[in-house]
């Protein structure tokens, strides 16, 4: 299982699902290059493609195969861009929360060193669960824009999501594909979800209630439970 996250998302938010799966799967969630550390920025991203090739050449260099893609939000139109430009690129895909077809930028009016309070009403507006809207992660990514160059790079980023449209791909698809939405989701609303599945041929639809934008991180007891009963379609051959 590679695990994708969002781009205000880490690793670290697929940890409790891939707790769950590692006695039966290798999981791996890499770290993609849109994080506030200026070194993992160094080849510059202007579109999606940049950040799927890296994510094909890792997966060539640690030799995942065969393995199922799952990524949220910034992840899931990774992982679509790579299974449409790509054929027999992964056994199954796994979307949640996916752009690609409509997101609501949660970013936007963002200027230069935004304040913390603009910070914190902006994860607020990502999760369903406040509890998980801690000062710690509130500061964390308060502490992170105020870097003006990670600003720049994460509109930039912001926009070559909002300008890469799968809509026409997503009819080309030909593998097992889960979807995995959020019923309170208001970045992805759950009408994307139900477009997402009419679109991708033979597609599944789960929605998780009491939660966002990011139902591995919000629900993965949930989340982890719906991959038990998806997976293993995928490897059936």
Same mark, same amino acid.
């Given at each position: 299982? &590679?695990? =994708?996250? $969002?781009?205000? %998302?880490?690793? /670290?938010?697929?940890?409790?699902?891939?707790? *769950?799966?590692?006695?039966?799967?290798?999981?791996?969630?890499?770290?993609?290059?849109?994080?506030?550390?200026?070194?993992?920025?160094?080849?510059?991203?202007?579109?999606?493609?940049?950040?799927?090739?890296?994510?094909?050449?890792?997966?060539?260099?640690?030799?995942?195969?065969?393995?199922?893609?799952?990524?949220?939000?910034?992840?899931?139109?990774?992982?679509?861009?790579?299974?449409?430009?790509?054929?027999?690129?992964?056994?199954? &895909?796994? =979307?949640? $929360?996916?752009? %690609?077809?409509? /997101?609501?930028?949660?970013?936007?009016?963002? *200027?230069?060193?935004?304040?913390?309070?603009?910070?914190?009403?902006?994860?607020?507006?990502?999760?369903?669960?406040?509890?998980?809207?801690?000062?710690?992660?509130?500061?964390?990514?308060?502490?992170?824009?105020?870097?003006?160059?990670?600003?720049?790079?994460?509109?930039?980023?912001?926009?070559?999501?909002?300008?890469?449209?799968?809509?026409?791909?997503?009819?080309?698809?030909?593998?097992?594909?889960?979807?995995?939405?959020?019923?309170?989701?208001?970045?992805?609303?759950?009408?994307?979800?139900?477009?997402?599945?009419?679109?991708?041929?033979?597609?599944?639809?789960?929605?998780?209630?009491?939660?966002?934008?990011?139902?591995?991180?919000?629900?993965?007891?949930?989340?982890?439970?719906?991959?038990?009963?998806?997976?293993?379609?995928?490897?059936?051959?």
């Amino acid at each position: 299982m &590679l695990f =994708l996250h $969002g781009l205000f %998302g880490t690793p /670290e938010h697929w940890r409790h699902v891939m707790e *769950r799966l590692a006695d039966r799967y290798r999981v791996i969630a890499p770290q993609l290059p849109v994080d506030p550390q200026p070194g993992r920025r160094q080849h510059g991203i202007n579109a999606i493609a940049d950040l799927s090739d890296q994510v094909a050449e890792l997966v060539e260099t640690l030799r995942i195969d065969p393995f199922v893609i799952c990524g949220n939000s910034l992840g899931g139109l990774v992982a679509i861009d790579l299974c449409a430009r790509r054929k027999d690129f992964a056994k199954g &895909l796994v =979307l949640a $929360g996916s752009a %690609g077809l409509f /997101e609501k930028n949660p970013i936007g009016g963002m *200027r230069p060193k935004p304040s913390r309070e603009f910070v914190k009403k902006t994860v607020c507006g990502i999760v369903h669960k406040q509890e998980l809207v801690t000062n710690e992660l509130v500061d964390d990514w308060h502490s992170s824009i105020q870097d003006r160059d990670y600003v720049r790079f994460v509109l930039r980023v912001s926009r070559a999501t909002r300008d890469r449209s799968v809509e026409k791909e997503l009819t080309k698809l030909d593998l097992p594909t889960m979807i995995i939405w959020g019923q309170e989701d208001s970045i992805t609303p759950p009408e994307t979800g139900r477009e997402f599945q009419r679109r991708i041929k033979g597609s599944k639809l789960q929605f998780i209630e009491d939660c966002g934008h990011a139902p591995n991180w919000e629900q993965p007891e949930a989340f982890a439970e719906l991959l038990d009963e998806f997976l293993p379609t995928c490897f059936a051959d």
